[in-house]
């Protein structure tokens, strides 16, 4: 049985006080209701050596939300596996649609960093997902294949045991609308039997695949209960103590 993950991406919200408080909101309700999945935190990179403290002694588990390829040197406004490590993270998203949106992130950057966090014991939640566009022509398994074989290049059987992957369909981050429970087991289903082609059905079963997109507290255990839908890469729900610990406690 793989534990299920629920990862909660902050994006670029809250500061320091912001982040004292949502911590401690969830460190006091997951001491009155314990969780039965792995639970991640992933703050603005300000925040992550006050949210390592803040932790001690609780569940919670610390992510970054990227980090450079490089392991150092004059990349300015960079941040390497080291400083990360130091700050105490144990797992760092990567390849988010906002970066590859945003920033131009490509398939063989997102590659590199994944391997260089690995190297490094850092676990890497790598995203993989198609746009609107893409759904509306019918390629969503070529592009979510392709995306796939692109960032988990040159892996080994024994890399694939510190990886994550979170299934996003683009056009379902922070816009409200969310795959179907089917259509998002469907592309699921389609990760596992693509990762047991590349390596064997071992690793298939032992691979978490989260689902993100808009989940919520009022679709997650519909989401969490398919088969091969491991978990949750929280956007905008995780910003609160209440929706994220609904999302959480679905997971059961």
Known sequence: MRTKIIAGNWKMYKDL???TELIGGLTSRLAASPASATVVICPPFTSLALASGLIKGSPLRLGAQNMSDHDEG??????SWNMLRSAGCEYVILGHSERRQFFGEKDELINAKAKKAIASSLKPIICVGETLAEREQGITDRVVSAQIRGVLSGFSRADMASV???YEPVWAIGTGKTATPA???EVHQLIRK???QLYDWPVAEATAIQYGG???PDNAAELLSQNDIDGALVGGACLKPDSFMAIISAAK
């Open 17 to 19: 006080a912001g982040t």
């Open 74 to 79: 004059a990349y300015t406004g960079e941040i």
């Open 164 to 166: 994550v992957i979170a």
């Open 183 to 185: 259509q998002a087991q």
């Open 194 to 196: 693509l990762v047991s």
């Open 214 to 216: 808009s989940v919520k």
